[in-house]
């Protein structure tokens, strides 16, 4: 009794304790968060919405559904095979009528285009032809809108506005692996004249990978040699090394354009010294986009693979060899495994920056040179097709992830910079 | 002191601003050789009237347009934009009709440069180009630009479909007036790009229209396609690049609003005093590109002309553009063009 009298005051004290404690915690739980909030904000809106928005209009398939809701429903019941029924050329023409504005007109004729070419001028040549005056029955339409084109007996104008009835479609993400659906929805491979993205993905995945592997062979001893350096002399090292990071990428590519034409600096000195006789094509190929992106890319690897060399005790080296091992089998035992998370980090970044790279082999190579970042250009600039554009990038998005997952899953850590 | 200072400084803001708002356009063009000679023929002298010029350059991205009306913050008054972009973009909404009557009268300009949205702003040729100092014999037709035995180096073409298929079509003994009809069928399209392929390995391709005349005058390349007012700026600098008028393909560059600019009726002002042919002729003078206007040519003495895409005895061979044609096959073409280049 005495006892539980003491106890009861003791416990109430240590709950109201604990009320504060949680209290306090959780206030400045509250304002470890609104001092991020900003960030968090800030990296929602220009971060997250916009790839969200990317993701979205590279499904979204609203033109049809919303200029021909008609035409759509008339469709529905039709083989896609022949011509479609009269009705349809009815409903067609009611849902062109009942276009709020000429651009919707517009949209729909740039959307099936892409998916049919000479669909462009057949809607628009169709659209200008309203109204039908005059045209009663089904079949009056029908010889009307004939008489403004006569495609439209042309089945695969027909088929293409049946297949893109849904307003959503994965029609362009299939595009950008090379496939298609057929008029019945089955997906199947694009014709081999119009297959270009797998072969476009590839040779972007090859030139990153090919730019990554020489800025590694270069990178590395360059930032070995700048380690074992004292501090002083490793840091004007170091400005050689940050200055072209500073000059603007196209300051770089006109740099090595000037170099490299066939009556450039570098074929010049080498047909001097005789050791060629023809300039090599060292420009607007393979050859020129690899050696700029190595240039620009460089200290993308050296700076992370400096920053972990600098943390590698030289001790450990130096133990490696009194015990009796080679230097050379020291060095690849002992000091390359511990440099292992810069590697990991600086071909992590170089890679990921290279397979978006636009500019550079844009200006420095061939057609056969592009990368899918000059696609997304094209499409989202020269066609105005974004609904591609986007599949493009969800594309470029998805591997990026792929890959940042397989380097964690073999590194088993987080992207760190040393 | 420093309180009066601010209040005039106020003051003289609270004067100037409006003014300033109301009287400054932004006129968007490509850069370059053309836009020195527009601010030359237009937007100085246009200056005058009291309304500033701001000039933007740009690369004929059409997303930057759609996407300014799309989201109603359009800061563009006036565009240069490409012929297949003026239907296209009248069609989907994004421009303003114009108003003739603001501009001028319709029988004034050739017949290609009077639209519903855009006027045409001159005539521009995509046309064989080569050195004078360094090819003896002129080659002169595109069966020449293709024959690599009679012209042995490389050759510079344009990255992309556009152009390159007709000038292959008729490398291949198209008749420049047959060239489209061909091109519309399947066989047409085959007969290009087995064409192009011929050539491939003798291909240095160009992006930017500054390029050509960089190529020719390095002598990376011996012949190339080019933009005539580009081999017309580098030979005002002292080169002596020569052009091979047959079988090249004109087309015209135009004047749009984009629509929902707040400065409309100042860039109708912008567009007309930039379509009288005074200042049509002026432009002309400065750089080799054809007037819109027919009475301009009359302003022109014989040695401009000479120059121009326009004149009859350049234009006799040649093949207009056929901006249908692009708008409707031009997306599967340059899709084609990439899966052709990747092989």
């Known amino acids: 009794m005495n006892t539980a009298a003491i106890a009861a005051p003791g416990i109430a004290n240590a709950r109201a304790l604990q009320r504060s404690l949680a209290q306090a915690e959780r206030r400045r739980k509250l304002r470890g968060i609104s001092l991020t909030l900003p960030l968090l904000v800030f990296l929602l809106l220009t971060f997250l919405t916009p790839i969200a928005v990317l993701l979205k209009r590279a499904i979204e398939n609203p033109e049809v559904a919303t200029a021909l809701p008609r035409t759509v429903a008339a469709l529905q019941a039709w083989d896609r095979r022949d011509v479609p029924p009269d009705g349809a050329f009815a409903a067609l023409a009611a849902d062109l009528g009942a276009l709020p504005d000429r651009a919707d007109a517009g949209n729909l004729a740039r959307r099936l285009n892409s998916e049919v070419s000479g669909a462009r001028s057949l809607v628009m040549n169709a659209y200008?032809?309203?109204?039908?005056?005059?045209?009663?029955?089904?079949?009056?339409?029908?010889?009307?809108?004939?008489?403004?084109?006569?495609?439209?007996n042309e089945p695969k104008f027909w088929q293409a506005i049946a297949k893109n009835g849904a307003r959503w479609t994965p029609d362009y993400l299939l595009a950008s692996v090379d496939l298609r659906r057929d008029a019945a929805g089955n997906v199947e491979r694009m014709a081999a004249d119009q297959r270009a993205f797998g072969r476009i993905l590839v040779r972007t995945f090859g030139i990153s990978a090919a730019v990554t592997l020489w800025c590694l062979l270069l990178g590395y001893p360059l930032a070995y040699w700048l380690s074992t350096l004292s501090a002083r002399r490793a840091n004007v090292l170091m400005i050689l090394v940050l200055v072209p990071f500073w000059t603007s990428i196209l300051v770089r590519v006109a740099a090595w354009i000037v170099l490299l034409q066939s009556a450039g600096l570098v074929n010049r000195s080498l047909m001097g010294l005789g050791l060629i006789e023809q300039p090599l094509a060292l420009l607007f190929n393979r050859t020129g986009?690899?050696?700029?992106?190595?240039?620009i890319l460089l200290p993308f690897m050296i700076l992370p693979l400096y920053s972990v060399m600098k943390s590698v005790p030289p001790t450990y080296l130096r133990a490696a060899v009194s015990l009796g091992s080679s230097p050379l089998a020291?060095?690849?035992?002992?000091?390359?495994p511990q440099t292992y998370p810069g590697i990991g980090a600086g071909a992590l970044l170089v890679f990921i920056l290279s397979i978006g790279y636009y500019v550079t082999p844009a200006l420095l190579g061939g057609p056969d040179d592009q990368m899918l970042s000059y696609y997304v250009a094209?499409?989202?600039?020269?066609?105005?097709?974004?609904g591609m554009a986007c599949a493009l990038g969800a594309v470029l998005l998805a591997a990026t992830l792929v890959l940042y997952a397989v380097y964690r899953r073999i590194v088993r850590a987080e992207l760190s910079l040393g | 002191m420093k309180t009066s200072l601010f209040a005039t400084a106020l003051v003289v803001a609270g004067f100037a601003l409006p003014a300033f708002a109301q009287q400054q356009i932004t006129v968007v063009n490509f850069g370059g050789a053309n836009a020195n000679a527009q601010k030359k023929a237009y937007y100085e002298p246009f200056e005058q009237t009291g309304v500033k010029v701001v000039p933007v350059e740009y690369n004929g991205e059409q997303a930057k347009i759609k996407a300014m009306v799309e989201t109603k913050k359009v800061t563009w008054d006036v565009v240069e934009v490409?012929?297949?972009?003026?239907?296209?973009?009248?069609?989907?909404g994004l421009f303003e009709k114009l108003d003739y009557s603001k501009i001028g009268s319709k029988a004034d300009f050739i017949p290609a440069a009077v639209t519903e949205c855009g006027i045409g702003v001159f005539v521009w040729s995509t046309v064989?180009?080569?050195?004078?100092?360094?090819?003896k014999t002129a080659p002169t037709t595109w069966a020449d630009f293709w024959d690599v035995k009679k012209f042995p180096g490389k050759r510079a073409m344009r990255k992309g479909a556009r152009y390159n298929v007709e000038f292959a079509l008729m490398a291949d003994g198209v008749k420049p007036a047959d060239v489209y009809k061909v091109l519309s069928t399947k066989e047409g399209t085959e007969r290009a790009f087995k064409k192009l392929t011929e050539l491939k390995p003798n291909i240095q391709w160009w992006e930017a229209g500054a390029q050509p005349p960089q190529f020719l005058v390095a002598g990376d390349v011996v012949m190339s396609t080019a933009y005539n007012g580009r081999i017309d700026a580098a030979n005002r600098e002292g080169k002596h690049l020569k052009i091979t008028w047959t079988g090249g393909i004109y087309d015209l560059d135009y004047w749009v609003i984009p629509k929902g600019t707040p400065n409309k009726d100042a860039a109708v002002k912008f567009i007309a005093f930039a379509s009288q042919p005074e200042t049509q002729a002026e432009y002309a003078k400065n750089i080799a590109y054809g007037p819109t206007n027919n009475k301009a040519?009359?302003?022109?003495?014989?040695?401009?002309?000479?120059?121009?895409?326009?004149s009859p005895a350049n234009s006799k061979d040649a093949l207009q553009f056929n901006i249908k044609f692009w708008a409707d096959q031009g997306?599967?073409?340059?899709?084609?063009?990439?899966?052709?280049?990747?092989?």
């Not at chain 1, 200008?128 to 439209?152: H, I, N, Q, T, Y």
């Not at chain 1, 094209?378 to 974004?386: F, G, H, I, L, R």
């Not at chain 2, 064989?128 to 090819?135: E, P, T």
């Not at chain 2, 997306?331 to 092989?343: D, V, Y």
């Open chain 2, 128 to 135: 064989m180009a080569y050195d004078g100092d360094k090819l």
């Open chain 1, 378 to 386: 094209q499409y989202a600039n020269v066609t105005v097709n974004w």
């Open chain 1, 330 to 336: 020291a060095f690849f035992r002992v000091y390359v």
């Open chain 2, 331 to 343: 997306e599967e073409l340059e899709k084609r063009f990439a899966s052709w280049a990747a092989q």
């Open chain 1, 289 to 295: 986009v690899i050696v700029a992106m190595v240039h």
């Open chain 2, 297 to 310: 040519l009359a302003k022109l003495d014989a040695k401009v002309l000479a120059g121009l895409p326009t």
């Open chain 1, 128 to 152: 200008k032809a309203l109204p039908l005056e005059g045209a009663g029955s089904a079949a009056d339409v029908k010889a009307r809108l004939l008489d403004a084109d006569p495609r439209w």
């Open chain 2, 82 to 92: 490409e012929s297949p972009d003026v239907a296209r973009g009248c069609d989907e």
